[in-house]
């Protein structure tokens, strides 16, 4: 499918030695599914079928909507959201209230700006979140998947993505602990909270989704 998208050059090489590869899941997982997404035959995305007392999702680019499905998917707990700060700042209150959420620490985000261009040779540049992680799980069963797809209906319904999902024993508080920290202070992202007289959307934020539903 790839190569009738975009032809390159040793393909038949390419998809020879693909069928050849052995892929074993990492160390705590039993199995492992590639999902392609969007193509002839594999339409639907997992990411918004997959159900478990507990969730946690790692996107940027959140989709309030999309956000409201997945909660839905979620039995128990609370579903805890890793994203960027102002793509947190872009969902309503009345869905944050039913989210556990997290953004990026600034000190990462803005890490390069701490050397001068002739340390690093070239203009700093932000390091926003770009990883996509979605984590369900039920009765101590973990189903991660790591992939291209956002959370956002476009990646549900429209793109092309591609997503691996891996199975096995529960890794919900590992990755909880390595992303905000033993103490909840000390890892990459940091507890959001909205001030009381936070709107919840600027206006540029709010030009921007309606950009993006025109778009999709």
């Known amino acids: 499918w790839l190569n009738g998208q975009d032809p390159f050059d040793e393909a ?3 998809i020879r ?13 039993d199995s492992h599914v590639f999902h392609p997404i ?5 339409k639907s995305n997992p990411v918004f079928q997959k159900r478990g007392d507990k969730g946690l999702v790692i996107s940027p680019f959140l989709d309030e909507n999309a956000i409201k499905v997945i909660q839905d998917q979620i039995a128990v707990y609370k579903l805890r959201v890793f994203s960027n700060k102002e793509d947190l700042d ?3 209150n ?27 040779g070239g203009e700093p540049q932000q390091q926003n979140l770009h990883a ?6 039920d009765n101590g069963q973990a189903q991660l998947l790591l992939g291209s797809s956002n959370a956002s209906l476009a990646a549900r319904d429209r793109n092309t993505e591609f997503m691996i999902e891996l199975v096995g024993d529960s890794v919900y508080s590992k990755i909880y602990r390595d992303l905000t920290g033993v103490d909840g202070k000390s890892g990459p992202f940091f507890h ?25």
């Open 12 to 14: 038949d090489e390419f």
């Open 17 to 29: 030695d693909l069928k050849a590869a052995e892929f074993n899941p990492p160390d705590g997982f």
């Open 38 to 42: 969007g193509i002839d035959g594999y």
């Open 90 to 92: 872009s969902l309503t």
């Open 94 to 120: 009345s869905t944050l209230e039913k989210c556990d959420s997290y953004y990026l620490a600034e000190m990462i985000r803005d890490g390069e700006s701490a050397f001068s261009e002739t340390d690093e």
């Open 132 to 137: 996509k992680v979605f984590l369900f799980e």
């Open 192 to 216: 959001y909270q909205r001030g009381e007289d936070q709107d919840y959307q600027s206006k540029d934020d709010a030009i921007t989704q309606k950009l993006r539903e025109l778009e999709y």
